[in-house]
């Protein structure tokens, strides 16, 4: 006779996160990650090329909507994102310790990305009142300096923080108006999945952010040669990796921005330089009437 009061455990599921939507990776590929507490394996999905393309289709549908978003509202998506994670705060420390961060540890990283995102979500209607600029010219022209977004970005997260590094190849790029397809870390697979719940929970707009859960040593070539990425974001990456990149970037004139692990976890990382690394600047050219 069985007992009624005892219950089996709902395992969760980690998914890829595209196009608003939570989709398993089309390869049907996984990779057993191992919980440091539990010792137990978890299914992982293992993003291919395809689920890579299929984010860039989602990423780019999604320029347009989100670059005519004003400023005002991204900030608010931006401290909705962090408010969000404020009240699901005790999930990500236990999370991170799951995936082998101490106590002290977890709980500073999971702090240091919500000051991260109020970091930045005070960015997203002052960095273009900052940038911009009318310059001096020797003729009868007003010369005016404006930033735009760059449109679709590939990041790369820091392998060594969990969530930190995550906001940090994320964050800069919405702030300034561009989509992102991000690769997590491989590390701190869980807690990218997680994050992703947050934001479809925050008001961004589906496709502004795509999360895939993969390895580095397969996707990173494929990053930086897609023809749709207008720039690339790496995090930790060796020297011969910086250097392939660039070479692949060169194909469609990518541009390629490091991340320093040094300033992570916490909000050493300058927001401003961080945002107006990932624009372009335009530059109009106006008659005056004599």
Request: glycine letters at 6%.
């Amino acid at each position: 006779m069985s007992d009624h009061n005892t219950r089996l455990n709902v395992a969760k599921t980690y998914k890829l996160f595209i196009g608003g939507q939570f989709p398993r990776t089309e390869s049907g590929r996984y990779t057993k990650f191992t919980l440091a507490s539990e010792g137990e394996p978890v299914n992982v999905c293992r993003a291919s090329r395809k689920d890579f393309r299929n984010a860039c289709v989602a990423a780019r549908s999604a320029t347009s909507q989100w670059s005519a978003t004003s400023g005002y509202l991204r900030g608010q998506i931006l401290y909705r994102i962090a408010e969000m994670l404020e009240g699901r705060r005790s999930q990500f420390i236990d999370e991170l310790q799951r995936e082998g961060m101490d106590a002290v540890a977890s709980t500073g990283e999971v702090d240091a990305a919500i000051d991260q995102l109020l970091h930045f979500s005070g960015w997203t209607d002052k960095h273009v009142q900052v940038t911009s600029a009318v310059n001096p010219v020797s003729s009868a022209h007003f010369n005016f300096s404006v930033p735009e977004p760059m449109g679709l970005v590939a990041s790369v997260a820091s392998s060594a923080h969990g969530l930190t590094g995550l906001v940090a190849a994320i964050a800069p790029a919405i702030t300034g108006a561009n989509t992102v397809v991000c690769l997590a870390s491989e590390s701190h697979p869980l807690t990218a999945i997680s994050f992703a719940e947050v934001l479809h929970a925050s008001d961004v707009p589906a496709g502004v952010v795509n999360i895939l859960t993969g390895e580095r040593a397969e996707l990173l070539e494929h990053f930086a040669s897609h023809m749709d990425v207008n720039a690339l974001v790496l995090a930790d990456v060796t020297d011969e990796q910086r250097t392939a990149c660039q070479v692949a970037a060169a194909d469609n004139v990518k541009r390629v921005i490091t991340i320093d692990p040094a300033q992570l976890p916490g909000v050493t990382i300058d927001g401003l330089d961080a945002v107006s690394s990932l624009q372009e600047i335009k530059t109009t050219w106006h008659p005056v009437a004599n």
